[in-house]
């Protein structure tokens, strides 16, 4: 009984360490990808695995529960809808090798980022959320001051000068600037909490990135708004705006050629609003011409080539060979179709419920996130980018663990090993 009781002891003391390491993986995640701007699928997934482990280490029995309820839930059954279909599009796909290339970068940091948001909330260290403060400082003190100084730390260290490298860092604090606040606010580190907000906010409006600077503007204007009006509308603002994205994306282009004023577009000239509104009419011609299943997934990097493109105007399938239609919404119309399309709205609406049950102010909190990462995608990258995912993934980590009841009585664990 003894041993049996040591051996529970020290189980107990390995899980530990291994949630004290994953916890400080995921809170430098926004200072890595300063650093490196392609790091985020490593460390979600290396946080991830100590996570893992640490359950199994912790309490074997009640970690396939964990991980399989989620899916059984109506958001979770649409979820996998949706993977379905992006996997049946194989089947017409003109170029599977890329596609499977897609999936492959894909898929591995969706799993890693659903095994955080299922075992780290709860199993967060104490030291974690203030060393991801620390981390979101530094983020945005060394955006601004690289971008002041014209890029003195990329010319150090031997890399590319070009002000965009700090695009993905930008977007990335966006997402998990806001989260980590959170849970510094319920911790009651609420000095921590605004120098987190605002030297998040700094490294975005120093960058470059007009996505970065549109998802923090929305984030923080849904947020607002959240706060002050009644939950209903809240969610009723956030799921308009979402089902507008959705169904407008086709036609975004067209939309924008025809109300967009010419003085926008000297205003936007950095963040190239000529180029985009080319590509999105592009793709929403494509998108007009095979509505009912897409070229299928993962094919945006070739869409010129699809057979479909040469269904389309000339002048319109020159933009089709820039990799991807710069809004996400638009993507998974073109390359999954109708059902893609309905399937996605459908867990984006089932999200919201999610949502609507929540407390205030995670519930502000939350549509804040929503509208921030809605707004990025509508206008920015490769849905299927592992980094976004990875972002995307520790954001909603950080959300479900300002969540937790344990966020306030959690004892102080062990720092990383």
């Not at 603002?237 to 067209?254: K, M, R, S, T």
């Not at 998974?332 to 609406?349: Q, R």
């Amino acid at each position: 009984m003894r041993a049996r009781s040591n051996g529970h002891v020290a189980s107990e003391k390995l899980a530990n360490r291994l949630y004290a390491a994953g916890a400080a993986l995921l809170a430098v995640l926004p200072l890595a990808m300063v650093l490196a701007n392609r790091s985020s699928p490593a460390i979600i997934a290396l946080a991830a695995l100590a996570f893992l482990v640490g359950c199994f280490f912790e309490d074997r029995r009640t970690l396939a529960p964990r991980l399989l309820t989620p899916l059984g839930t109506p958001l979770g059954i649409a979820a996998l809808a949706f993977l379905a279909w992006c996997l049946v599009s194989f089947a017409w796909s003109p170029f599977p090798s890329a596609s499977l290339r897609v999936l492959g970068e894909f898929l591995p940091t969706l799993m890693a980022a659903y095994l955080l948001t299922c075992l780290a909330p709860g199993r967060i260290s104490a030291f974690a959320p203030r060393l991801a403060a620390g981390a979101i400082v530094l983020a945005g003190l060394i955006i601004a001051l690289d971008l002041a100084s014209d890029l003195a730390l990329e010319r150090a260290l031997g890399r590319r000068v070009a002000a965009f490298v700090h695009n993905r860092p930008a977007l990335t604090l966006d997402l998990v600037a806001g989260p980590v606040a959170l849970v510094l606010w319920r911790t009651r580190a609420r000095g921590l909490a605004i120098a987190t907000l605002v030297f998040g906010a700094l490294g975005v409006l120093r960058s470059i990135s007009g996505a970065a600077q549109l998802g923090l503007l929305a984030g923080a204007g849904l947020f607002g708004l959240a706060r002050l009006l009644p939950r209903r509308v809240g969610i009723g603002l956030a799921g308009i705006g979402l089902g507008i994205a959705v169904a407008l994306a086709p036609v975004e282009g067209d939309l924008l050629a025809k109300v967009m004023p010419e003085a926008a577009h000297e205003r936007l000239v950095q963040s190239s609003s000529r180029a985009r509104v080319a590509i999105a009419r592009s793709f929403g011609a494509v998108v007009a011409a095979d509505p009912w299943r897409g070229a299928g997934f993962g094919t945006s990097a070739r869409f010129a080539e699809t057979p479909v493109a040469g269904t389309v105007e000339p002048e319109m399938r020159i933009l089709l060979g820039v990799g991807h239609p710069h809004n996400s919404f638009l993507q998974v119309w073109a390359e999954l179709g109708l059902p893609g399309a309905c399937l996605a709205a459908l867990v984006l609406m089932l999200m919201l419920g999610r949502i609507a049950a929540l407390p205030q102010p995670d519930r502000a909190a939350a549509l804040g996130l929503v509208a921030c990462a809605a707004s990025i995608a509508f206008v920015e990258h490769n849905g299927w980018a592992a980094w976004w995912t990875a972002g995307l993934g520790a954001a909603i980590t950080w959300m479900r663990e300002a969540a937790t009841p344990h966020t306030e009585t959690r004892p102080e664990m062990d720092g990383p090993a």
